[in-house]
């Protein structure tokens, strides 16, 4: 029989597995890997040894190889007197995935914790279950000639273990090395100066023990990492990095390091032992010695474990055994992944690095995933998920790529009923971005054999969308540009990755800005998408808001819109006056009048929830300026968490019914000021207005859904509907009528997740 088998089938030891199978079993022939990451075997025998090799081929695949395709057809046996593991082909036969980096597994750990083990202390210990792939791959087949590996050839020890049957972890295991023949690890100082020691991590954590910055270049780019106990280095690296607030995360040995910081349940413990070593938001344990600046006003850490045997050793002897692992990057720009970028960016940054020498191939920043009402939900989506793909329930008649959007940049090629999702690119707010997300939608179209000059290119409508404009350059050769509204496309997200298909789908899109079909700046939309196209049903009433970047950037500007359509100028004059708003505006009192006034002549309409929450929390004294994408709102949600509801009542006088279903803010603000006045406490407050503004999304809901043929299901998307308080209000009401808000599983609920509802678009919605 030959057979053709795509799915995670290539850097997993899936040939290693089929070699062993077939030779436990006395059968011929071959098993190499093929050119779309996929492996064909050819295999003859006995009929009842074939047939078993088959069944036990589909059913004891081991992990973290998982089979989705199988072809097989029956062939003239050719008279072989063995089986073997051939020479890969560069022949297309079914397109696989690309295999994503793995953490370090418990076996390879304890062979770097072995003084008697040959790999002690050894920084890149890896066998067929673990260790990095995709952020080492030049391209497919994934064979040790076409990653960063071939710099570094086998001893005689390894090549041994490399031709071992019985070596069930090294047996043509790719990127497998040791301290003889494998990547080193070297200590320069921030000039890139060598420092001469016996031991560069050793002496790394030690200057990391001293308060020093240190550079770490890990296995997709550089991290820095310093202490996360002692107040004045956190507040060096603040300082440095230009960062005034946004969190850091933290990196602990081991579970039982991070059982002291953060409060862990099995889910949260299961998420961070992965595979896929994400950094998960847990909330924080009384008494955690983390420095209150690691995360200020925050009520969750962001926390993750060692990936690799080198951020293991160095945490271990690290004298807190955590430590402070945040991008090393300049703010805004891609994260460095090779040594020219650290000397030019990072430098002026950390005090040492701890660099290796081998190349870092494809950028792979860490994944990140937070808990909502309970439920995991990805942040984003880069080392261990990407670049894995996403079957959707519809076949595409045509290849396509989607450019995503320009927050969280994360596009997409797409072929038959697979989505491949680039990892995080970031913003697209540079030309290293930009560049970055090029380079990448050209890797995979490489990889996956897609042709870019004949695919269909699905763009956001959003005129002024850096995507946009790329796509549109890059769908000039085929004449195929498709455009999509960027809340239909993140219900379509949702949908697709919860092979939702053949119903009208009543869903909600929250977020701060997405280019509405009427010119507006839509950011909180309940639709209706089906087979025929989609209809906006209900919104956030309108604001009007003057366009400009510091409209988000100083939340005080938005809350004074929201603020004069029930209050008079010198009323609005009043209230900053008395909470110290007026400090919140650079230009202070001059400011507000000067856009107030602006606002008389000139404005655009916005039902953004992501402006009506930033107001909310400038309101409160939560947050007064944006420091990072949604700071303001996810601030007002840190701030809520064990608050009380204090009023029950206001989400019926928050919808009106009209041509749209449309929740007011007025009775939410006006009762906001009600509790303020009256002294109840801060965290109650936070807590009950955005559970109102769920409640009003939820009752929302159900009126627009009332006589309508639509499923139960309400596919939910956007960065705001992460907010756990916003989802319990929507849910307490939406589930006394039998409706189940659904998440997306694999991809960001934020617009991480855009591109893949744009590949959806071009299939589900019949033109």
Request: proline share 5%.
């Amino acid at each position: 029989m030959r057979i053709v088998v795509s799915g995670l089938v290539q850097g997993v030891g899936f040939r290693p597995y089929v070699d062993t199978l077939a030779k436990f079993l006395g059968l011929r022939g071959y098993v190499r890997n093929v050119g779309g990451a996929e492996v064909e075997i050819l295999v003859e025998g006995e009929t009842d040894k074939v047939l078993l090799f088959l069944h036990k081929l589909l059913k004891d695949v081991p992990e973290p190889a998982g089979i989705e395709h199988v072809v097989v057809e029956r062939s003239e046996p050719t008279g072989r007197t063995s089986f073997d593991i051939e020479k890969s082909s560069n022949t297309l036969q079914l397109r696989s995935m690309v295999p994503p980096d793995f953490s370090i597994c418990d076996e390879c750990l304890r062979e770097v914790l072995d003084p008697g083990d040959r790999r002690y202390r050894y920084p890149f210990n890896s066998c067929v279950w673990c260790g990095p792939r995709f952020s080492m791959m030049y391209e497919v087949p994934y064979d040790r000639d076409r990653t960063s590996m071939r710099d570094f050839p086998l001893c005689s020890d390894c090549l041994k273990e490399y031709g071992d049957p019985q070596n069930r972890r090294r047996y043509h295991a790719q990127g497998i090395s040791c301290p003889v023949c494998g990547p080193r690890v070297y200590l320069y100082t921030n000039t890139w100066e060598p420092v001469d020691v016996r031991d560069a991590i050793e002496e790394a954590a030690k200057l990391v023990n001293e308060g020093y910055l240190l550079g770490v270049k890990g296995i997709g780019g550089y991290h820095i990492a310093c202490l996360a106990t002692d107040d004045e280095v956190v507040l060096k690296l603040r300082e440095r990095k230009k960062r005034r607030s946004k969190p850091f995360a933290v990196m602990t040995l081991d579970l039982s390091v991070a059982d002291k910081l953060v409060v862990l349940d099995s889910t949260a413990r299961s998420l961070l032992t992965s595979p896929q070593r994400p950094i998960v938001l847990l909330p924080k344990k009384d008494g955690s010695p983390v420095s209150t600046y690691v995360s200020p006003g925050m009520a969750h850490e962001g926390i993750f474990l060692p990936y690799t045997a080198l951020h293991y050793l160095l945490l271990r002897d690290v004298k807190d055994r955590f430590a402070i692992m945040t991008s090393g990057n300049v703010t805004d720009e891609p994260m460095c992944h090779d040594e020219d970028c650290a000397r030019v960016k990072l430098s002026n940054i950390v005090d040492y690095f701890l660099v290796h020498d081998r190349e870092i191939v494809n950028r792979v920043d860490d994944s990140v995933v937070r808990f909502t009402d309970g439920a995991p939900v990805v942040l984003r989506r880069a080392r261990g998920y990407a670049p894995r793909w996403i079957r959707i329930p519809l076949r595409l008649s045509h290849d396509v790529v989607a450019m995503g959007a320009d927050l969280h940049s994360a596009p997409a090629i797409a072929f038959e009923d697979k989505v491949v999702l680039t990892q995080y690119i970031g913003e697209l707010s540079n030309g290293e971005s930009i560049a970055e997300l090029l380079k990448y939608l050209r890797y995979f179209s490489k990889v996956y054999r897609v042709d870019l000059d004949r695919s269909t290119v699905v763009v956001d409508k959003h005129p002024r969308y850096v995507s946009r404009m790329v796509g549109l350059e890059v769908g000039r050769r085929s004449g195929q540009v498709m455009e999509i509204q960027h809340h239909v496309a993140h219900i379509l997200s949702t949908m697709a990755d919860n092979s939702l298909v053949g119903e009208a789908y009543i869903g909600i899109a929250a977020d701060g800005v997405g280019y509405g079909d009427d010119g507006a700046v839509w950011g909180c939309e309940i639709m209706l998408v089906s087979r025929r196209g989609y209809e906006r049903l209900g919104r956030l009433a309108y604001v009007k808001l003057s366009g400009s970047d510091r409209d988000t950037e100083y939340p005080a500007r938005a809350l004074a819109s929201y603020l004069s359509r029930f209050m008079s100028f010198e009323e609005i004059d009043l209230f900053y006056e008395k909470r110290g708003l007026f400090k919140t505006l650079p230009g202070g009192r001059l400011e507000l009048e000067i856009f107030l006034n602006n606002l008389r002549r000139s404005w655009i309409f916005s039902s953004s929830l992501g402006r009506l929450l930033d107001s909310i929390s400038v309101m409160l004294g939560v947050a007064s300026y944006r420091e990072y994408e949604g700071s303001p709102a996810i601030r007002l949600e840190e701030a809520s968490f064990g608050g009380s509801l204090l009023a029950d009542d206001l989400a019926d006088a928050m919808v009106r019914v009209g041509e749209l279903v449309e929740i007011d803010p007025n009775p939410l603000l006006l009762k906001t000021l009600e509790l303020l006045e009256s002294g109840k406490d801060m965290r109650d407050i936070a807590y009950t207005a955005q559970f109102a503004i769920g409640q009003a999304l939820g009752k929302a809901i159900i009126l627009v859904a009332k006589g309508r043929r639509v499923s139960r299901l309400i596919p939910v998307g956007g960065g705001a509907m992460v907010n756990t308080v916003i989802v319990r209000g929507i849910k307490s009401e939406i589930s006394k009528e039998g409706y189940t808000l659904v998440f997306p599983r694999a991809v960001p609920l934020n617009d991480g997740g855009v591109a893949l509802g744009q590949v959806y678009s071009s299939v589900y919605i019949r033109s």
